[in-house]
């Protein structure tokens, strides 16, 4: 089965409390831009790039910016057509390596992070993130789930230093997540009441902590 051409890519956004995935994404975009604020520059790769929503947060760290994926996005933004085990581009290259929420959707994982691997400079680093929990989406290449565990499995594997594992939300983030993807009518449900909810659950995951339990990861590792 061939992917959509032109798949319709997150762009980025303004986050707002009476968003239905408001606990996942207060919980995603702190840790990640804070991730390359620290390490993200130079020449930089993003693997599975869509509309590159995150370029911004390079700043002006940031020298060059190359793109690959599957299929073009829906904003054009795709500069490298291939699939993320198999890019064509010289090692030993780029400052820093991207991917978000895109190894759930390659069939060969470790192949995904070896080519990373082999694509950074030494020294350079890898921003990579995906989730603990989410329904099934792009189906069906839609594949796996990691833990922090799998995370550091896979990129030791492949030679990475691992420096930080950031859980993005506890269990009450996680919670509340399934709670709005579990319920149909929150697509008519008024907006005060999302905020509602929205702000139950993060007071919750807040005062009780818990991330056995989580939506998602940000993980940096080195070459």
Excluded at 66 to 93: R, Y
Excluded at 129 to 155: A, C, I, Q, V
Aim: charged residues 25%; contains cysteine; aromatic residues 16%.
């Amino acid at each position: 089965m061939d992917r959509a051409k032109n798949l319709e890519r997150f762009k980025g956004k303004e986050v707002k409390k009476y968003d239905s995935e408001y606990l996942f994404y207060s919980n995603f975009l702190a840790p990640l831009k804070a991730a390359i604020t620290a390490y993200g520059k130079g020449d930089v790769l993003d693997i599975g790039c869509g509309n590159k929503p995150y370029q911004k947060y390079f700043g002006s760290n940031l020298e060059k910016y190359i793109g690959c994926d599957v299929v073009q996005s829906s904003s054009n933004c795709v500069d490298v057509l291939c699939e993320a085990v198999k890019i064509p581009l010289e090692a030993n290259q780029f400052d820093t390596a991207i991917s978000t929420q895109v190894i759930e959707h390659v069939s060969e994982p470790q192949a995904m992070v070896n080519e990373a691997y082999r694509l950074l400079k030494p020294g350079g680093h890898f921003i990579i993130s995906s989730n603990m929990y989410w329904p099934l989406h792009e189906e069906p290449y839609d594949f796996f789930r990691f833990t922090k565990h799998g995370f550091r499995h896979l990129l030791e594997k492949a030679g990475f230093e691992v420096l930080s594992i950031a859980p993005n939300g506890g269990k009450w983030a996680l919670f509340g997540q399934v709670f709005f993807q579990t319920i149909p009518w929150w697509l008519v449900m008024p907006k005060f009441v999302k905020w509602f909810f929205n702000s139950i659950f993060s007071f919750l995951d807040k005062k009780f902590f818990d991330d056995r339990s989580t939506i998602n990861y940000v993980v940096v590792a080195k070459k």
